[in-house]
């Protein structure tokens, strides 16, 4: 790997994989069984504070997508609030990510408000160091959207066997997209 990025310089194996898997190739068949294994979603989510239900999007990709609705907060004046915990899961190595959003809902406003963004609520917060822990337990560490993600982990030039997209291969693209378009 010539770029120097925190995660993968703390994981030498995930370089390693990313190597083998995206520019030398040899492990297109042991991606395409990983992308197709269904994620098995811990139990232990189901004891989260306030949960009003656990949804599981388990595509043929190379991640799949937990999603955990919260009770909806009723407030002063008709107001609804529903919030959401997404967890991003990667099926390559065991690693995910989260993000949150917000539904606000009242009487006097056309359609639900979507916001997409950190978690502001008790309840989030809550949620997130249940979710933290429980992954932690599982053998899963979480990347960040501030520099884990983001981070390049290679220029196109290094991929002649990929399509470029996007101005150059993130962490995030390389473990949870099919960049190898073989799912």
């Known amino acids: 790997m010539e770029h120097g990025q925190r995660f993968v310089e703390e994981f030498p194996e995930v370089g390693e994989l990313l190597e083998q898997l995206l520019v030398k190739r040899e492990l297109d068949e042991w991606y395409k069984k990983k992308c197709a294994e269904k994620l098995d979603v811990p139990i232990e989510l189901n004891e989260i ?22 009770q909806d907060i009723s407030g002063k004046e008709g107001f609804l609030l529903s919030q959401q915990i997404n967890i991003k899961v990667s099926k390559l190595i065991p690693i995910y990510i989260l993000d949150f959003s917000y539904s606000l809902r009242h009487n ?33 560490s979480e990347i960040s959207h501030l520099y884990d993600f983001y981070d390049t982990v ?6 002649p066997s990929i399509k470029p997209f996007n101005r150059r291969l993130t962490l995030g693209d390389a473990l949870f997209t099919d960049v190898l378009e073989l799912c």
């Open 108 to 140: 006097l406003i056309e359609g639900p408000l979507e916001i997409v963004g950190t978690a502001e609520s008790l309840e989030m917060i809550q949620g997130i160091n249940q979710i933290n822990r429980i992954m932690t337990l599982k053998g899963y």
């Open 154 to 159: 290679y220029e196109w030039d290094v991929l």
């Open 49 to 70: 504070g306030n949960l009003k239900e656990i949804e599981c999007r388990n595509m043929f990709s190379p991640s799949a997508d937990i999603l955990i609705h919260l």
